[in-house]
């Protein structure tokens, strides 16, 4: 089975601080993505990695950045944390060209508060 | 703006009685439809999709029909289980996923 972790469940920042969100799947996956989850939202897509080093803005990119150095592993940057990223932050991968019709696995999520 | 929609925010069902939940967009490139079930604190987890070639595409208690000249989803689970209680997600596909807000399903025993 595939498995998609992330580094917490629970984190709690202050505003202005630098936050680093982990994802790490094992199932050699080309794609990775970021969204976050708010109430009424549904999921956004914040950033998305076809390859090791591309990325590509999703719908919400403002104040993230990533990092993909190794194929395994996507990591979402908050610079500047704001307590409007207060949210759930969920990774996700998948295989193949990003057309294949196949469907994205989820890790279990990040709950962050920004205080 | 939102490019798939789930206006229903909650619904609840008996156990043993069918669910339906609903879906819409807008974006007529969408070729492929999935449903995705969450349960609290945890990802969500892929249940059914289907892609714009059919109309209806099943897995035991669930089926997702696809109405494209409606611009319509739907999935059915029959018989629902007080297990199958979630919040429900669809998406939508022309390569990047566009999700719905998500439907809260609760199945009464």
């Known amino acids: 089975d595939v498995k998609v972790t992330q580094s917490s469940r629970y984190l709690v920042k202050r505003t202005g601080e630098k936050v680093f969100l982990e994802c790490v799947q094992d199932?050699?996956?080309?794609?990775m993505f970021w969204y976050r989850q708010d109430p009424g939202l549904g999921l956004r897509l914040i950033y998305f990695?076809?390859?090791?080093?591309?990325?590509e803005k999703g719908d919400i990119p403002e104040g993230y950045s990533v990092s993909r150095e190794k194929k395994e592993r996507f990591s979402l940057i908050l610079e500047s944390a704001s307590t409007n990223q207060t949210s759930m932050y969920l990774c996700?991968?998948?295989?193949?060209?990003?057309?294949?019709?196949?469907?994205?696995?989820f890790g279990p999520g990040t709950r962050l508060t920004v205080l | 703006d939102q490019q798939v929609k789930q206006n229903s925010p909650s619904l609840s069902v008996q156990e043993g009685r069918i669910s339906i939940l609903n879906c819409d967009y807008t974006?007529?490139?969408?070729?492929?439809f999935l449903w995705y079930k969450k349960y609290p604190a945890e990802g969500p987890t892929f249940l059914i999709s289907?892609?714009?070639?059919?109309d209806k595409n099943e897995d035991g208690r669930f089926t997702v029909f696809l109405n494209k000249s409606a611009k319509h989803l739907s999935l059915h689970i029959v018989p629902s289980q007080p297990g199958d209680s979630a919040v429900y997600f669809c998406?939508?596909?022309?390569?990047?996923?566009?999700f719905g807000t998500g439907t809260s399903l609760t199945v009464i025993p």
């Open positions: 199932m050699d996956h080309e794609n």
């Open positions: 990695s076809y390859d090791v080093k591309m990325k």
């Open positions: 998406a939508a596909s022309a390569g990047q996923f566009y």
């Open positions: 996700a991968s998948k295989t193949g060209v990003t057309r294949t019709y196949n469907e994205q696995f």
């Open positions: 289907i892609s714009s070639i059919k």
């Open positions: 974006n007529s490139m969408f070729d492929y």
